[in-house]
């Protein structure tokens, strides 16, 4: 097995870490969240790097920790929501034919999961008018990218893992 089996993009809220683990935990390989790596390797919080460092240094960290799960992660890697967004990264996702899943969530679903709070720092001042903003401007690059496109909104993560394995093909 060489690269990730499986790629997941998407908003905040769509599920991409808790569906990431359960396809982890069914195919039996690692689940890398590139966030958390990033809090890892800075020791800090995503939000905390934004407010202190700036959005371009997150950005930055985030850029080289995808590029190098995209070749060296051999799980099911999680990308943060704005990580597609990146050049460098969208291109890596279109030529290394890598199966991207685009979980997709409506604004009141992702509301529900993520309350807005404040460990997301995009969406600190009127957050659901940012995450408006946000999917609407992110939203072609995950349909281009994605291999296969999937709605969380009003299912268990089991019942997206189900049609995920699905229409990629995976078996447990």
Known sequence: ???????????????????????????????HDTDAAVEELVGKPVADIFVQDGEAVFRGLERQEVLRALHEEEG???????????????????????????????????????GFDVSRPLLLVNPRAAWTRLMNARRPV????ATVQVQTGGRSPDEVADEVLALLGLTP
Not at 84 to 112: C, K, N, S, W
Not at 142 to 145: I, P
């Open 1 to 31: 097995m060489s690269g990730p089996v499986a790629v997941l993009v998407g908003p905040p809220g769509a599920g991409k870490t808790t569906v990431g683990r359960v396809l982890a935990d069914r195919l039996g390989v690692p689940l």
């Open 76 to 114: 099911v890697v999680a990308l943060g929501g704005g990580a597609p967004v990146q050049e460098e990264i969208a291109e890596a996702l279109r030529g290394g034919g890598l199966p991207v899943v685009f979980l997709d969530v409506t604004i009141a679903d992702a509301a529900g999961r993520v």
């Open 142 to 145: 995950y349909e281009e990218l």
